[in-house]
């Protein structure tokens, strides 16, 4: 069983900066992509960023050169760094967690649609 655990959540003023972390525990893959995603009211869910144990990353166009993931493989743990953030950055953020390849396709493949285990999930909201 594996369980991903998110923090840093909250509210910020548009130009603001919050740091997203999500440590994962039980039997997490050695070899395993972890990242973020993350659903806005009314909109489907879409991929923010996604990192590989090996260091190669996904990152949405739409937040590429305001965010930054990165991880502490000793600690199970990523985190989302999100700077420059814009109201519409406000959404529920959630960590996924996967193994390399699960049917055939790595998990930085953009067909990938969904990942094996989810945290619960913490707000993100940006205000004007």
């Known amino acids: 069983q594996v369980q991903l655990v998110e923090s840093g959540g909250g509210s910020v003023q548009s130009g603001g900066s919050l740091r997203l972390s999500c440590t994962g525990s039980g039997y997490l893959y050695s070899r395993r992509c972890m990242g973020w995603f993350r659903r806005a009211p009314g909109k489907e869910r879409e991929m923010v960023a996604i990192?590989?144990?090996?260091?190669?990353?996904s990152v949405a166009d739409s937040v590429k050169d305001r965010f930054s993931i990165s991880q502490d493989n000793a600690k199970n743990t990523v985190y989302l760094q999100m700077n420059s953030m814009e109201p519409e950055d406000s959404a529920m953020y959630y960590c996924?967690?996967?193994?390399?390849?699960?049917?055939?396709?790595?998990?930085?493949?953009?067909?990938?649609?969904?990942?094996?285990?989810w945290g619960q999930g913490t707000q993100v909201t940006v205000s004007s």
């Open positions: 990192l590989e144990t090996d260091g190669g990353t």
């Open positions: 996924a967690a996967d193994a390399y390849y699960r049917d055939g396709i790595h998990c930085l493949d953009p067909r990938k649609t969904d990942f094996a285990y």
